[in-house]
């Protein structure tokens, strides 16, 4: 499952991963949540070490994985959302206000904080990059190890 990404291959055996996924456009976080857990088990991360957490919606997904950091010990955490556009200008609010806020917690905590939220057109585009081989919840599961480990 790895098109378009090289994806390194990394031993995750000792690493403590949280994962945050938004409950808005639900299927399909669902389907990133199964690519993102499988490229975790894939990467030896144990099952007892992935911490996985749901909030409302995509704009919550900081919030609670600055709790989830404060809270346990991880060496990264991965924010899981879809926001697609409508119409109205929300997606554009919630996008900026999502990625700057899983940027700065980075920054802020020196852990990895996955930027896992698709910002799509339609709900066609976002079910194309959420399953088979261009399911990037696998790649952002993959990425979370590499970024542990760096
Ligand atoms: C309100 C809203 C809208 C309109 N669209 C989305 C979306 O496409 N994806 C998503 O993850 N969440 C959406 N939300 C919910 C907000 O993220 C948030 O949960 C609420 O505004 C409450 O703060």
Redesign the pocket.
Known sequence: MSKGISLKKQDGSKLKIGVVK?R??HGIVEDLFIGCTQALLDSGVKQKNIVTLEV?????LPFVAKQLLKKKKLDAVICL????K?GTT??EY?SEAVSGAIMQLGLETGVPVIFGVLTSLTEEQAIARSTGVNNHGYWWGKNAVEMALL
């Open positions: 938004a808005w456009n409302p919606g995509s704009f919550e959302g879809v926001i697609i409508g929300h997606d919630l």
